[in-house]
């Protein structure tokens, strides 16, 4: 059988790197599939696998005259979303993985997920699908080879990465590459495994079907594994969007932006300015993920190492994302969606009128009025980000494109003010170590608690938090040109509940204000907290319908909510213990002396 397999691996393999083929062989001889089948990543291969997927019921086919070569995927019911909980980092010293991740030792973690993969993929077929994480040649890029029993694995791994023979043939013989195994398993919510091992550059991940715990090049390479490598080779692996900000005037700035898993990413990188920004453009480079590493101007420079997007479906619509609306319209696969009588999808907040009747998430019937969420919190839309109308040119440019400005933003309600400058790098980074934000339906568990979520990063840094922030601190010296840096948050709100910033498109204002803040054009006002637009001069908000108390609160420090927030800090710094960087224990002691004691 074990041999068998191995000649299986070898003589259809498009490849003869020796490391590739014996490790794959290996892994079939763990998993025993009845075949496997190497990906090329060709337009045949996606319409063969597609059409499987639709005979399995894998994947519900929709009105092809409404949306083409759009389908539905409905998950399993349990598996909707990230498994914090079930995510480990595997290093040798628990020490490595930190505080803020959960660990377990490579062997035992090797033996223990060992014994679910042996004969997992018995009866099924194990697809290799190479695929490269940034763009092909590019010095920033990063080859992984996902081995997995899913169809669904594969054709969403083909949206999102540089997939198939393209990789191989980047790869070539080297012995460079991430090496991946994924296996659906039962999707027993208790026998679920996502394990990392940084030092073998290798993703175990046993039991789940949902994106961001089985795309392996997205959360598990590109920020868990990459943050890892980043901090040995000197660079950033962050949980960024990247976009293009292009004045009237012809002037282009780059900006990336850090905020948890559905709290604004996707739609800041995509939004369209309001009509008062007549001639100003915003352009997509990322979406989720930016690599940033100094060029050899001296500046940072970053690339999205994904192809595609994979973005929280519900309150997208014409009105909060239209370049979302557009870029779903076509070859897009939807997860966890509603399906409307005629066959198209449906989701709470999609433009128009609620349908009487739908399918929900789950394929029961639904009806207006009902209590039920029809489409799931965490529904997905997985879209090539070519479908994207402001794709920035460069977002296949291999030498990336050179940022200016670093905004680190959570979802908070209360506490934090809508914008504000850090006086320098150092305290920038530890407005971005202080992150706070509210829990969302990305992950499971309990929605809208508030956590300390530095730089967005806590789900997704591969090693001790505490060297992490300090890898943040050493990189000052080797970046020639900082960008500026600048918290943000959309989310504030009043007594009612009710949002107290218009968000989306109106974010545009703040964007505005970063802009000619990075380019040294408007005067500020220094704070406690640091430096915030100034009453004259300060944000444009020129035909924002938006009564001006409200911008007042939205824009307000208060004291007391400050206080409560540091003792929050204090508690997080304490976690890291002897690894909270003392930069950082400085920046906040002088917050401490600043608020009065
Ligand atoms: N109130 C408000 N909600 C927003 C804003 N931006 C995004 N959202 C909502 O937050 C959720 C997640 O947004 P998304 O851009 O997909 O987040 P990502 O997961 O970080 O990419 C969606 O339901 C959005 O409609 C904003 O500026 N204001
Ligand atoms: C893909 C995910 O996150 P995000 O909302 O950041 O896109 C995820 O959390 O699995
Ligand atoms: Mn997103």
Redesign the pocket.
Known sequence: MASTQAAAAGTQAPTKNPTLLAWVARMAEMTQPDSIVWCDGSEDEKKRLTDQAVKEGILIPLNQEKRPGCYLHRSNPNDVARVEHLTFICTPNKTDAGPTNNWMEPEEAYTKLGQHFTGSMKGRTMYVVPYAMGPIGSPFTKIGVELTDSVYVVLNMRIMARMGKQALDMLGDSDDFNRGLHSTGDVNPDRRYICHFPQDNTIWSFGSGYGGNVLLGKKCLALRIGSYVGREEGWLAEHMLILGVTSPKGETTYVAAA?P????????AMMIPPAEYKGWKIETVG??IAWMRPGPDGRLYAINPEAGYF??V???NYK?NPNAMETIAKDTLFTNVALTPDGDVWWEGKDGEVPEELTDWQGRPWKKGSAEKAAHPNSRFTAPMSNNPVLSSKANDPMGVPISALIFGGRRSTTVPLVLQAFNWTHGVFLGATMGSETTA?ATGKVGVVRRDPMAMLPFCGYHMGDYLQHWLDMQKSIGQLPKIFQVN??RQDKNGK?LWP??GE?MRVLEWVVNRVHGRVPTKETLLGWVPRQDEGLNLKGLDLPADMVAEATSIKEDEWKTELKSQEVFFEQLGTKAPEALMLQRKLLISRLGG
């Open positions: 905020f898993s559905a709290c604004g990413k996707t739609n800041f979406d989720d973005g929280v519900p309150g997208t909060t990305a959309w989310f949002f968000g989306f974010n």
